[in-house]
C-alpha cells in the first residue's frame, strides 16, 4: 500500500507564546488537502538536513486548525532550540516550505467521565491543552503541567469544576516531580475515571507504575506515552520506546 504524498506547507507567521514555546503558523497548499479538525493530532515534519539523502523525521501536535491554516508549537531548550524541529522553528520566516506526514490519530480523555486527570511537561502542552480546551463544561477533574520556568505558564480556558496545577521544573527530565504532585492528590472515591498522560520517558514509566499498582488505574481507562527521552534522539527513543511498550504488554498478558 503506497503511502500518501506528504502535505507541503508555507510558513505564514510565528511567535512565542511564552520564552520557550513557539508557535508557527502554517498554512498554503498543504490546506487543500489536510482533512478537517485535527487538533490535538500528531504530525510528522519532514526536515531536510545537508548530507543526508532521506528527510529527518520529527513528531509534533496540531495545536489548532482554522480553514486556511494549522498551528504547531515547538518547545525550546538552549539557544538552538534543543533540537533539528525546534532550531528549524527558530530560523524558519514566512515563505519557508515545510513537508509533513500524517496526520495520526488524536489521543483524547474520555469526556464523559466523572473524574478526568491529565498530566504532562512542555511537550504534551499543545495536546493537554487541546483537551482542556475540548471539555463539556460540566467536566471535573485536575491538570498538572511541568514547564522550565515561571515566565511559560500560560492562560487556558478549564471547566469550572476543573484545578490547572504548574510544576516549574528548571531541568526537565532530570527527577520526576510529576510522580510527586499525581502522588499528592486527593484520588476520588467512585465514578469513572479518565486518565492522560505524556512526558519525559522515566517519567512516563514512574507515572504507568504509580496508576497501575498504587491506584488501579485500567488501561482502558488510561493513555500513557512519553514524548521524549532525556539524551536521546527520536529515533533513539522510538526503539527503547517500542521495547518498553513489548514488556509492558507481556507484563499485562
Not at 467536566?139 to 514547564?147: D, L, S, W
Amino acid at each position: 500500500m503506497n503511502r500518501p504524498d506528504p502535505y507541503r506547507f508555507t510558513v505564514l507567521g510565528k511567535r512565542h507564546i511564552t520564552p520557550h514555546m513557539l508557535r508557527v503558523t502554517l498554512g498554503g497548499e498543504g490546506m487543500q488537502r489536510f482533512p478537517a479538525q485535527q487538533a490535538s493530532a500528531y504530525v510528522k515534519l519532514l526536515l531536510p538536513l545537508p548530507g543526508r539523502e532521506r528527510p529527518l523525521l520529527r513528531t509534533y501536535t496540531v495545536r489548532a486548525q482554522r480553514a486556511d491554516a494549522i498551528d504547531i508549537d515547538f518547545a525550546l531548550h538552549g539557544d538552538d532550540g534543543g533540537g533539528p524541529a525546534s532550531g528549524w522553528a527558530l530560523t524558519c520566516v514566512p515563505g519557508d516550505i515545510i513537508e509533513m506526514a500524517g496526520p495520526g490519530p488524536k489521543k483524547q480523555v474520555d469526556p464523559a467521565a466523572d473524574w478526568i486527570l491529565m498530566v504532562g511537561d512542555m511537550t504534551a502542552l499543545p495536546a493537554l491543552s487541546v483537551n482542556l480546551e475540548q471539555l463539556p463544561a460540566h467536566a471535573r477533574g485536575h491538570a498538572i503541567v511541568e514547564v522550565p520556568d515561571a515566565a511559560d505558564i500560560q492562560t487556558l480556558p478549564t471547566p469550572e469544576g476543573f484545578t490547572l496545577q504548574w510544576i516549574v521544573q528548571p531541568h526537565p527530565g532530570q527527577s520526576t516531580p510529576l510522580l510527586d504532585a499525581v502522588q499528592a492528590l486527593a484520588w476520588p472515591e467512585g465514578g469513572t475515571l479518565s486518565v492522560w498522560a505524556a512526558c519525559e520517558f522515566s517519567s512516563m514509566r514512574a507515572l504507568r507504575e504509580h496508576f497501575r499498582d498504587a491506584r488501579g488505574v485500567t488501561r482502558q481507562q488510561m493513555y500513557i506515552s512519553s514524548y521524549w527521552k532525556q539524551g536521546s534522539d527520536e529515533e533513539s527513543h522510538k526503539t527503547l520506546k517500542r521495547a518498553d511498550a513489548e514488556a509492558n504488554e507481556a507484563r499485562a498478558a
